[in-house]
């Protein structure tokens, strides 16, 4: 069985500061490991994916996240946040093997970015 | 092309009754999942349909069922209502090509039993 551990429920961040949102993960297999983020009164969109290959990946609006295979990670960062970036935040886990489109979720982190 | 469409928006019930929601894929995607997002458990995988069969399935209860057309349109039931199914109901379809797809959610179907 795989989970997901969202480190920080909330994160308070003033604009155009660096942020980080801590994903860790929990499976006995191989896994594909997504950031979906939730902008109020919307559905998921999907910020990033790591399907294999390096281990830094780029996504939309200038996130980025790092897998970490050792410390069984996935982490999402931003170099500069800005007001818009205010949102809900998901890590989420699907098992690599097989045509396998079931996602275990974090519990979200809440980003809120302050002038 | 339109993306993933979910109707009803906004669904009032009381205990005991049924509800059915309803989602439409985008144009050529063949995969529908369902996810139950709520404050306390966040979001929980309830099925996945792929040309008419459930393809997978999550730990909810005999109540909660669904149904995927030859259009790839995807309808789920939830019979009895309880308090506790009050929820936002979120549907996703991929192309169902291979793992590790982009899944696109719609809006959801955000439900109160009362």
């Known amino acids: 069985a795989q989970s997901v551990t969202q480190l920080d429920s909330q994160v308070p961040v003033f604009e155009e500061a660096p942020v980080e949102l801590r994903c860790n993960y929990s499976s006995s297999v191989s896994v594909y490991l997504f950031w979906y983020v939730q902008y109020p009164n919307q559905g998921l969109q999907l910020l990033l994916k790591y399907l294999s290959g390096s281990t830094l990946v780029k996504g939309i609006n200038g996130f980025e996240a790092e897998f970490n295979k050792s410390q069984t990670s996935f982490h999402l960062r931003k170099p500069s946040v800005h007001i818009s970036d205010t949102a809900e935040y998901f890590c989420a886990v699907s098992d690599a093997a097989g045509n396998n489109r079931k996602l275990i979720w974090g519990l979200g982190t809440s980003l809120a970015v302050n002038p | ?114």
């Open chain 2, 1 to 114: 092309k339109a993306g993933v469409t979910q109707t009803p928006r906004y669904l009032i019930k009381t205990r005991g009754q049924q509800v059915t929601l309803s989602c439409s894929p985008i144009s050529g995607h063949r995969s529908v999942s369902w996810y139950q997002q709520t404050p306390g458990q966040g979001l929980q995988f309830l099925f996945e349909y792929f040309s008419e069969t459930q393809r997978n399935k999550g730990n909810f209860p005999g109540r909660f069922s669904g149904r995927q057309f030859s259009n790839s349109r995807s309808e789920m039931n939830v019979s009895t209502l309880e308090l506790g199914d009050s929820a936002l109901y979120l549907c996703a379809s991929s192309l169902a090509r291979s793992g590790g797809e982009t899944q696109y959610f719609g809006p959801g179907t955000r439900l109160l039993v009362l």
